[in-house]
């Protein structure tokens, strides 16, 4: 089942503005994910991470959307970038809800209105499955997904790039 395209157009929340993401927020994602405390709690990015990378796979985003495997957003609060949210791995109509924010911005309640609004915007062609670190991870992302209609489903394993060590993962399913 080939999922429907969604428009690339900017959502929001009550405090933050998420627009698709492009080649020019890649020099600030670069920033963001040099801090170990944010780039340790994702399983693909490289850490330290490298600027060609970061620019290609941020190049890479508008190309994902186009074909439908990707919805990468980046989040502005007050007009300056402080992480992304993004649908990703979509494949049969399903998709994997993730997000990563800059550490200043962690516990200021962001994670649920970001995610509630990607939720929103992809639940009628992509957005089916989410997954969460379950090691090392502060409860708030699981607490984020179950407030949102997830519930849990299985454990894995993987592999971190950050960490350069398998982790183990919860996946959440969304409902209803």
Not at 97 to 113: D, K, N, P, V
Not at 120 to 137: E, F, L, V, Y
Request: charged share 25%; glycine share 8%; aromatic share 10%.
């Amino acid at each position: 089942m080939k999922a429907p395209r969604i428009a690339r157009l900017p959502l929001s929340t009550a405090r933050l503005v998420l627009r698709p993401s492009g080649h020019e927020d890649a020099g600030q994602a670069l920033a963001i994910l040099s801090d170990w405390q944010v780039s340790r709690m994702l399983r693909m990015a490289n850490f330290p991470p490298e600027k060609e990378e970061v620019s290609a796979w941020f190049t890479w985003h508008k190309h994902e959307w186009a074909e439908g495997a990707a919805y990468r957003f980046t989040i502005l609060l007050e007009g300056r970038m402080i992480g992304l949210a993004d649908i990703d791995n979509i494949v049969g109509g399903e998709g994997v809800l993730g997000y990563w924010l800059e550490r200043t911005a962690w516990g200021h309640g962001y994670a649920s209105g970001l995610a509630r609004s990607c939720v929103s915007r992809s639940r009628r062609s992509a957005c089916r499955k989410s997954g969460q670190p379950m090691r090392s991870t502060p409860l708030r992302p699981r607490a984020c997904c179950k407030k949102l209609g997830f519930l849990p489903t299985a454990v894995v394993r993987h592999f971190s790039y950050s960490r350069r060590e398998d982790i183990i993962q919860q996946r959440y399913e969304l409902t209803g």
